[in-house]
């Protein structure tokens, strides 16, 4: 069992560009959570997604960000037109039934410049 | 659920003790968390308290809850150097979403 796989690790983008970010839940996990960190700061709750529906969206940003889990393939966290404010490392879990087997992947940093 | 509150900084010797505390303010999480991050790294999770506990010990780990004054601490015995990490104490929420604290660094002297 692979764990949560998050990729990329690391992507660098111009202000104004789109970012891309890509989350495989645990096999048998149906439920992804997502969470930024800001650098020196904790994680804060972003999103939760089950196949298809967003369950809590409350932690996104009003504009510029969505995320979707598609019935098949991974979780997808978008940011359209990057500032650098948007500079933090995202990280994405997984759990099999609603918080249960909660893991987090390793997450992806993203650096706008 | 959203205020859980750690100290920034914590520095032991090798082969101390090390106690990092955490308090929240939501009275109703059910589990609350300890996780430990290394620089550029995911988070590992170290152990997990339910809430109707008062104390959880794992190896060279305990977990002790107060739940009245809602006050969370983690020791750690016997300290390494390889301890040397960010540890962030989180209470799960509603079973969905956890709210962290802003992170204890705990360096480690040998």
């Known amino acids: 069992n692979a764990g949560v796989m998050q990729n990329p690790r690391h992507l660098v983008r111009r202000r104004g560009q789109e970012a891309r970010l890509r989350c495989s839940p645990m096999?048998?996990?149906?439920?992804v959570y997502w969470y930024r960190q800001l650098p020196e700061e904790g994680l804060k709750f972003m999103v939760y997604l089950q196949k298809e529906n967003i369950i809590d969206e409350s932690g996104m940003p009003k504009e510029r960000f969505s995320a979707e889990f598609p019935k098949e393939g991974p979780s997808i966290l978008r940011i359209q037109q990057v500032v650098r404010g948007d500079s933090a490392a995202y990280f994405c879990?997984?759990?099999?039934?609603?918080?249960?087997?909660?893991?987090f992947g390793s997450g992806t940093r993203l650096t706008v410049v | 659920g959203e205020d859980v509150e750690q100290s920034l900084f914590l520095s032991v010797r090798e082969g101390d003790s090390s106690v990092i505390n955490c308090t929240y303010t939501?009275?109703?999480?059910?589990?609350l968390y300890w996780y430990k991050q290394e620089p550029g790294a995911g988070l590992q999770l170290l152990t997990y308290i339910f809430s109707n506990m008062d104390m959880k010990q794992d190896q060279r780990l305990t977990v002790l809850l107060n739940k009245k004054d809602k006050h969370l601490s983690l020791r750690i015995a016997d300290t390494q150097t390889g301890d040397s990490a960010i540890y962030f104490c989180a209470e799960l929420m509603n079973f969905n979403k956890f709210y962290f604290g802003s992170g204890t660094k705990l360096n480690v002297k040998p």
């Open positions: 879990a997984s759990s099999w039934e609603q918080g249960y087997g909660y893991t």
């Open positions: 939501d009275s109703s999480s059910t589990y």
């Open positions: 096999k048998g996990h149906s439920h």
